[in-house]
Nanobody, 121 residues
């Protein structure tokens, strides 16, 4: 049974940091994984992605502040978020896929977690 479970969300003041985690049960890492977020009233948007070979992609809005990584031995993916801003307030989701295509297109991802809320005030 494959499952993605996020954790690490919470409330933080602007300028603070959080680290999100995603455990990928039933999968064998490394593989293509990503973080998305849904801001209130908006569509899900790509935040960062990491390919099986370690290449990373980031949304322009988070470059230099967020870092995506995988721990293959633990079947985990992380998103280190620094210098958080109020505009980062959203529900954050992890996702996996086996195919390619535009990394920031939610339609290209096949499995999703339930999400973890990040609130920046």
């Amino acid at each position: 049974h494959v499952q993605l479970v996020e954790s690490g969300g919470g409330s933080v003041q602007a300028g603070g940091s959080l680290r999100l985690s995603c455990v990928a049960s039933g999968y064998t890492l490394p593989m293509n994984m990503g973080w998305f977020r849904r801001l209130p009233g908006q569509e899900r948007e790509g935040v960062a992605a990491i390919a099986g070979d370690g290449r990373t992609n980031y949304a322009d809005s988070v470059k230099g502040r967020f870092t995506i990584s995988q721990d293959n031995a633990k079947n985990m993916m992380y998103l280190q978020m620094n210098n958080l801003q109020t505009a980062d307030t959203a529900m954050y989701y992890c996702a996996v896929r086996r195919c390619g295509g535009l990394w920031y297109d939610p339609g290209r991802w096949t499995k999703w977690g339930q999400g973890t809320q990040v609130t920046v005030s």
